[in-house]
């Protein structure tokens, strides 16, 4: 029989084999076996999130302003020849004329000083302040003391929130009911009003009993700062971690390591913490601005850090007195605290894009 | 309900204990009484002024007395003006209070109409301005503000009258203590005005034929405004500790400014009787906060 050719209907969806070839049915070589299997390049949560943060451009120009900000008050102080609480003398000699001048300026002795020796004097970038101090290294070292103490107070803050969250999240039960009730009424607490209550407390108390010490640098008002922030900001930190650790404590990966015996101690700190990482670095980010935000706000209420140190609020502060004559000096240290904050910021927003994968 | 509400009463209560522990206990802390003058006095006349103010008696038994003074309504002299601290407190905090009330209105006004437009016109040019200054906003400290305002609109345009209270304009200081609530708001809007736009009763609203006006403001926007309430207890902390540095650059004689100058003049007395009524009203702005937002939305959970 004539294997007749059926004509094929235009709607069918029979495959139609005269289009092919035996070449066509021919087994796939290893080689093209293999180009199957090809699979996205594998990559770790960190890595993940590194990419996303690095497509998100306000969260690299803040990290840009950051690293900038921080190069030039490390690197700054090793170059300008002044120091923030030197009044500045020409020759060994107290120079009248050296006080409120502009930006980029010389004052009459120092030019005299310089046409007679030929000797170049570094300048003053901003100018002097109404003490004949150079105003640039002030403002370098303010920021200095902002940074730093908002980066201490986070790290403070992120220790005892993950200890006491992490404990109370992971016992349950009485442990965590008892010790969210203290979290709840620290919490009603109004922090800001404790600080400045113990900053005027402590500065009488410990008035001359710190001398010699680093601390006596920082002064008083700030050690406050850090007891306060030691025993009250904590606790949002805490409460974060509690929520993430009674998720994460029902996984069988930890239910796995309990069954072969594993510490407490260790589960948590290598099977649990590593978990809530995205939080606490969010946090951690989302914590120091805040503390710069605090610190500024004391410095300027005269409660911050003690003379001659000089931080970002203080300088504000003390430029508010001749703010009509020389408003540079109340701009700068306030474009530096904006600056600042808000590159960390958007840092933390964008860190909490790209690491929190449940937000969307 | 009622169980959450006693539990969140007790609890506005034990704080406010704490807080008079803490001020009471920390002043007591500070070397030095208050009859140690320059001159040395006659020991038998302290001893007498001593007993006269209770200052003999064991410290337990001090801040008994002192807070059965404070719930008679009695809290303290001023150690700088020898006057009663309560009457002067009130009056003071009249002058505060103009400048909050007024801050916090327009930051909850301007804030839910920027937030809702920026949510409506979502990556579009108004949205990205209205985050881009809002961003600016949070960043900048209120005393930061507060003081560019003055030297710009004061100083050098010339605008506005530097406050005197002959002639109170408050309308610096008003800018500058809402700003930052008024970004914070509108963000917190945006994002509960997004969330509230995609929810399934918003589109059965759209298909049943109701215009799109009435299904922005009334499905929408009530439902996003819930979100706002948590921040109310918040912003009146913000506007009280705030007011502290706004009301000393505007040299408004407000309790911030009495509170700022209690400080700098070692005023004890107010320092802790100015302390404690901020402490309570702050408390009791969260207690509230707390209730309505459980009032208002019954979906969320009573623990």
Not at chain 1, 118 to 138: K, N, Q, V
Not at chain 1, 223 to 241: D, E, H, K, Q
Not at chain 2, 70 to 78: A, E, M, N, P, T
Not at chain 2, 150 to 175: A, E, H, K, R
Request: hydrophobic share 50%.
């Amino acid at each position: 029989m004539e294997n007749k050719e059926v004509k094929k209907s235009f709607l069918s969806a029979q495959v139609d084999l005269s289009k092919f070839n035996a070449g066509n049915f021919e087994k796939a070589t290893d080689d093209e076996k293999r180009q199957q299997d090809v699979m996205g390049e594998s990559t770790t949560f960190l890595k993940d999130g590194l990419r996303r943060l690095r497509k998100n451009p306000l969260a690299m120009g803040s990290i840009v302003v950051l690293v900038a900000i921080i190069l030039v008050i490390l690197v700054a102080p090793h170059i300008v020849p002044y120091s923030y609480d030197e009044v500045i003398t020409v020759n060994g000699q107290r120079d009248k004329t050296m006080t409120n001048l502009s930006f980029m300026c010389y004052s009459d002795k120092e030019l005299a000083y310089m046409e007679e020796t030929g000797e170049d004097l570094f300048p003053h970038i901003f100018g002097t302040d109404g003490l004949g101090r150079d105003y640039f290294i002030r403002v370098i070292y303010g920021t200095r003391v902002s940074l730093a103490v908002g980066i201490v107070a986070a790290i403070m803050v992120v220790l005892i929130g993950i200890v006491y969250g992490s404990v109370a999240g992971y016992f349950g039960g009485k442990v965590d009911l008892i010790m969210m009730r203290i979290v709840d009424i620290i919490y009603s607490l109004p922090d800001m009003l404790i600080i400045i209550l113990m900053s005027v407390v402590l500065k009488e108390v410990l008035q001359g009993k710190l001398v010699g010490t680093v601390l006596d640098r920082l002064g008083t008002n700030m050690i406050s700062m850090f007891i306060v922030f030691g025993l009250l900001y904590w606790v949002s930190m805490a409460r974060l971690i509690r929520g993430q650790i009674l998720t994460i404590k029902n996984n069988e990966y930890v239910l796995a390591a309990k069954c072969i015996g594993t510490s407490n101690r260790k589960i948590l700190t290598s099977h649990i913490l590593p978990n809530c990482l995205s939080v606490i670095i969010i946090t951690t980010a989302l914590q120091i601005p805040s503390a710069i935000f605090t610190e500024s706000y004391l410095s300027f209420l005269g409660l911050g850090v003690s003379i001659p140190l000089s931080s970002l609020g203080s300088l504000a502060n003390d430029a508010r007195a001749g703010m009509q004559s020389y408003p540079a000096r109340l701009v700068i240290p306030a474009v530096i605290i904006c600056l600042i904050v808000l590159a960390l910021n958007l840092l933390g927003d964008g860190l909490r894009d790209a690491f929190d994968t449940k937000l969307d | 309900m009622a169980k959450y509400i006693t539990k969140r009463i007790l609890l506005a209560i034990v704080s406010i204990w704490i807080i008079t522990m803490i001020t009471f206990f920390a002043m007591n802390a500070i070397p030095g009484g208050p009859f140690n003058k320059e001159k040395a006095t006659d020991p038998a006349v302290i001893k007498q002024l001593e007993e006269r103010y209770n200052l003999d008696k064991p410290l337990g038994e001090q801040y008994v007395i002192y807070i059965k003074n404070l719930l008679h309504g009695d809290w303290g002299v001023s150690l700088k003006t020898g006057r009663p601290i309560w009457s002067d407190m009130i009056n003071k905090f009249g002058v505060s209070a103009k400048l909050g009330v007024r801050a916090a209105i327009i930051a909850i006004i301007v804030g839910i109409i920027l937030g809702s437009c920026a949510a409506l016109t979502r990556n579009r040019l108004p949205d990205r301005l209205i985050i881009f200054f809002t961003t600016l906003g949070t960043a900048m400290p209120s005393f930061v503000l507060a003081t560019l305002l003055l030297l710009v609109f004061c100083l050098w345009l010339g605008w506005f009258q530097v406050f005197s209270s002959s002639d109170p304009n408050y309308t610096l200081p008003v800018i500058a203590l809402s700003v930052y609530p008024m970004a914070y708001i509108t963000r917190l809007t945006k994002t509960s005005m997004l969330d509230a736009l995609n929810q399934d009763y918003i589109r059965t609203a759209r298909a049943k034929g109701v215009s799109k006006l009435k299904v922005i403001f009334v499905h929408g926007l009530r439902n996003a405004l819930i979100p706002v309430i948590t921040y109310v207890g918040p912003m009146v902390a913000y506007i009280l500790v705030g007011s502290m540095v706004v009301e000393n650059i505007f040299t408004i004689g407000g309790l911030g400014s009495t509170f700022v100058t209690s400080i700098s003049n070692r005023d004890y007395p107010t320092i802790m009787a100015v302390t404690i009524f901020l402490a309570i009203l702050m408390v009791f702005a969260n207690l509230l906060t707390d209730v309505v937002y459980k009032l208002v939305d019954p979906r969320i959970k009573l623990d």
